[in-house]
């Protein structure tokens, strides 16, 4: 396995405190289920994470299956943002790295406390670090180059994506135990 170091990434889709299934395909027998983060890299601003990246995968998958011998098949985390161009903080900009993990990983804060899960500080659209292990798939389902997901630490607020929830005051009318009694009237 390769180590990579994420810095000051978007975070996407995390599943960090409960592991989850995925797939279009129900589980098989033997499946576990899986904790995962995907981070967003600006092409810009981590241009060098990036291409450092895209180095190790290669080198990976030259350890895997030989030096000029890697299949074409081979799929690799490091895909670009244009694929999801229609989700909130993907596009043309950016490339993305998915990365799961059957252990749950470190998740903490800026001082390296543990975050637990019913947290509201880490979200779909903070700034994290991560720490990854690049590694080579070979199996029934695929020949790939993975990321491991090993440790998140929350670097600070984005915007959240997604759908704002919605703010009960702007929709509701406060209500007493007469407004209560009628309502229950019909």
């Given at each position: ?83 999801k ?6 596009g ?44 080579a ?50």
């Amino acid at each position: 396995m390769s180590p990579i170091t994420l810095r000051n990434v978007r975070c996407s889709y995390p599943e960090l405190f409960k592991p989850k299934f995925f797939g279009k395909k129900p589980a098989q027998p033997g499946q576990e289920p899986k904790y995962s983060c995907t981070f967003i890299l600006d092409k810009k601003l981590h241009a060098e994470l990036i291409a450092d990246i895209r180095a190790t995968a290669k080198a990976v998958a030259e350890e895997k299956w030989g030096k000029g011998k890697v299949p074409s098949s081979v799929k690799v985390c490091l895909r670009d943002g244009s694929e999801k161009a229609d989700t909130d903080g993907y596009g043309p900009e950016v490339m993305f790295v998915s990365s799961s993990s059957t252990k749950r990983p470190s998740v903490v804060d800026r001082l390296l406390s543990p975050l637990e899960a019913d947290t509201t500080k880490l979200y779909a659209g903070c700034y994290i670090n991560a720490f990854i292990h690049l590694w080579a798939q070979d199996n029934e389902y695929g020949k790939r180059v993975n990321a491991e997901l090993k440790a998140v630490q929350l670097v600070r607020d984005g915007d959240p994506f997604g759908k704002k929830p919605v703010d009960a005051a702007e929709v509701f009318m406060p209500m007493d135990q007469d407004d209560e009694a009628a309502s229950l009237m019909g």
